[in-house]
């Protein structure tokens, strides 16, 4: 029962499966590979022997017709006696009757042989009975001539290849059952730490890693690709976890504020009541928008709007969000050009990238354009197949320290200013839906941020947009 459990097991491995058909394709080549040489070598000894047989036959019976029978049995006894296959040849001289005239054989059983030409005899030699391969002919005078091998020489020599034809077959069987054995433990053995890394995973522990090897093969590989997605499932989940904490820390001081507010609002009467009704309803509209900013991010993550993209006209984008937010620089005294170099065209969601050059100008009309004299410049330009978007102001520039946690959600680099720190988180998910690269960096004075997009292939920009050399607004 343990030895049927245990084949059981090992028939249920794809490792010792897979091992073992290629053993047996590798003994089934075998068989044909001998098949095919077994055949060869027996036609090519038995056309030799029939061969050999027929001139010997026919020079013999040139010699009776030339000198005489009593010549032919001397010639006979010479052939037998002269050294040269004399352990395999074969002449017989009969009587028509089959009485023995010459020769170093007898026929068995003892017959007058009425059928001539190439055949197989049962033979007497040297008081042994034995197969040979002869030619007969009847002579002029009615004798029998009859020569040709004995055919034990080819019997053994095919006994012998059979015998060691079946040990290669065994030999090979073994050798393929027990290569399917250690290819199936040396295929567990390296799989087995792979599952149980994920069962560890699977329960929980998401920071352990599967154990890799020096090599570079399969499982190493597979080894190096899982570890790479956990440790992006680690990152996800830390960062839905911080997000998830974040989100209902920035909710819940607005939601208790409302409810106090409303608790408060019972008690008031006439334009008191209308005025924080009017309050709390400005709240919750805010509140709206937080949310709608995180479905947005949401939405921008999973990757559902790629399917939407085509070739995006960056001169006219910007000439979109120059004529919207040039007029907004000059009244606070401040100024806002772009400039472009060439006809950068990209490949994405026009929306969502003049969605994200608001959320940046607007960043900077904030911080820049706060007092008179603020300058804000796009610059946008394509070098080989990214197109790379550089918008610079001399405003105040964030403390280096904060600026790897510029796209955090709710995190907001000033905090006396207003805002719920979700504009750049919005920014980097449109971004990172296009393939793209967003960075930051301190001037002296101001901040820059550089955004690169891939960059529209030539035959889709072609057919869809028709652009100046280069532009200025």
Same mark, same amino acid.
């Given at each position: 029962?343990?030895?049927?459990?245990?084949a059981?097991?090992a028939?249920?491995?794809?490792?010792?499966?897979l091992?073992?058909?290629?053993?047996?394709?590798?003994?089934?080549?075998?068989?044909?590979?001998?098949?095919?040489?077994?055949v060869?070598?027996?036609?090519?000894?038995?056309?030799?022997?029939d061969?050999?047989a027929?001139?010997?036959l026919?020079?013999?019976?040139?010699?009776?017709?030339?000198?005489?029978?009593?010549?032919?049995r001397?010639?006979?006894?010479?052939?037998l006696?002269d050294?040269?296959?004399?352990?395999?040849e074969?002449?017989?001289?009969?009587d028509?009757?089959?009485n023995?005239?010459a020769?170093?054989?007898?026929?068995?059983?003892?017959?007058?042989?009425?059928?001539?030409?190439? %055949?197989e005899?049962?033979?007497?030699?040297h008081?042994?009975?034995?197969?040979?391969?002869?030619?007969?002919?009847?002579?002029?005078?009615?004798?029998?001539?009859?020569?040709?091998?004995?055919?034990?020489?080819?019997?053994?020599?095919e006994?012998?290849?059979?015998?060691?034809?079946?040990?290669?077959?065994?030999?090979?069987?073994?050798?393929?059952?027990?290569?399917?054995?250690?290819?199936? %433990?040396?295929?567990?053995? %390296?799989a087995?730490?792979?599952?149980?890394?994920?069962?560890?995973?699977?329960?929980g522990d998401?920071?352990?890693?599967?154990?890799?090897?020096e090599?570079?093969?399969?499982?190493?590989?597979l080894?190096?690709?899982i570890?790479?997605?956990l440790?992006?499932?680690?990152?996800?989940?830390?960062?839905?976890?911080?997000?998830?904490?974040?989100?209902?820390?920035?909710?819940?001081?607005?939601?208790?504020?409302?409810?106090?507010?409303?608790?408060?609002?019972?008690?008031?009467?006439?334009? @008191?009541?209308?005025?924080?009704?009017?309050?709390?309803?400005q709240?919750?509209?805010?509140l709206?928008?937080?949310?709608?900013?995180?479905?947005?991010?949401?939405e921008?993550?999973?990757?559902?709007?790629?399917?939407?993209?085509?070739?995006?006209?960056?001169?006219?984008?910007?000439?979109?969000?120059?004529?919207?937010?040039?007029?907004?620089?000059?009244?606070?005294?401040?100024?806002? @050009?772009?400039?472009?170099?060439g006809?950068?065209?990209?490949?994405?969601?026009?929306?969502?990238?003049?969605?994200?050059l608001?959320?940046?100008?607007?960043?900077?009309?904030?911080?820049?354009?706060?007092?008179?004299?603020?300058?804000? %410049?796009?610059?946008a330009?394509?070098?080989?197949?990214?197109?790379?978007l550089?918008?610079?102001?001399?405003?105040?520039?964030?403390?280096?320290?904060?600026?790897?946690?510029?796209?955090?959600?709710?995190?907001?680099?000033?905090?006396q200013q207003?805002?719920?720190?979700?504009?750049?988180?919005?920014v980097?998910?449109?971004?990172?839906?296009?393939n793209?690269?967003?960075?930051?960096?301190?001037?002296?004075?101001?901040? @820059?941020?550089?955004l690169?997009?891939?960059?529209?292939?030539?035959?889709?920009?072609?057919?869809?947009?028709?652009?100046?050399?280069?532009?200025?607004?």
């Amino acid at each position: 029962m343990k030895a049927v459990t245990s084949a059981g097991r090992a028939w249920s491995s794809m490792a010792f499966r897979l091992a073992l058909v290629y053993g047996g394709l590798l003994l089934l080549t075998l068989i044909v590979v001998l098949t095919i040489f077994y055949v060869q070598m027996v036609s090519v000894f038995s056309h030799r022997i029939d061969q050999e047989a027929k001139l010997d036959l026919q020079r013999l019976q040139q010699h009776a017709l030339q000198y005489g029978e009593d010549s032919l049995r001397r010639e006979i006894d010479r052939m037998l006696s002269d050294g040269v296959d004399t352990q395999t040849e074969i002449a017989i001289l009969t009587d028509a009757a089959n009485n023995y005239l010459a020769g170093n054989a007898r026929i068995l059983p003892r017959r007058t042989l009425s059928t001539f030409g190439l %055949r197989e005899l049962r033979l007497e030699r040297h008081g042994r009975a034995m197969t040979g391969r002869v030619a007969v002919a009847q002579l002029p005078s009615g004798n029998l001539l009859i020569v040709g091998r004995d055919l034990d020489a080819l019997e053994d020599i095919e006994q012998r290849f059979m015998s060691a034809s079946l040990t290669a077959v065994v030999i090979v069987l073994i050798l393929a059952l027990s290569g399917s054995v250690a290819f199936r %433990r040396l295929v567990d053995d %390296r799989a087995a730490s792979i599952r149980h890394t994920m069962l560890q995973v699977a329960n929980g522990d998401l920071g352990q890693r599967i154990p890799l090897t020096e090599g570079n093969d399969e499982f190493t590989q597979l080894g190096r690709d899982i570890n790479r997605m956990l440790e992006q499932i680690e990152q996800l989940m830390d960062g839905v976890r911080h997000v998830s904490n974040t989100i209902a820390h920035n909710l819940r001081t607005p939601l208790t504020r409302v409810l106090l507010q409303l608790r408060t609002a019972r008690h008031l009467g006439g334009q @008191e009541q209308q005025r924080l009704l009017e309050h709390l309803e400005q709240e919750v509209q805010g509140l709206g928008t937080v949310f709608d900013k995180l479905l947005q991010i949401a939405e921008l993550e999973s990757g559902m709007r790629r399917q939407e993209f085509t070739v995006v006209d960056i001169p006219g984008l910007l000439a979109d969000i120059a004529d919207l937010y040039a007029p907004v620089a000059e009244e606070t005294g401040c100024r806002l @050009e772009v400039a472009v170099d060439g006809h950068p065209c990209a490949l994405g969601d026009g929306d969502l990238l003049a969605n994200a050059l608001a959320n940046l100008v607007e960043n900077a009309l904030k911080y820049a354009c706060s007092e008179e004299g603020g300058q804000i %410049r796009i610059m946008a330009w394509q070098q080989g197949d990214v197109v790379e978007l550089r918008l610079q102001d001399n405003g105040p520039g964030v403390p280096p320290q904060r600026l790897p946690h510029l796209t955090d959600r709710f995190y907001r680099a000033h905090e006396q200013q207003p805002g719920h720190g979700l504009g750049l988180s919005s920014v980097q998910a449109i971004v990172q839906l296009h393939n793209g690269t967003l960075q930051f960096a301190n001037l002296d004075p101001g901040f @820059e941020v550089l955004l690169r997009l891939p960059a529209a292939a030539g035959a889709e920009r072609l057919a869809q947009v028709t652009l100046p050399a280069s532009a200025s607004f």
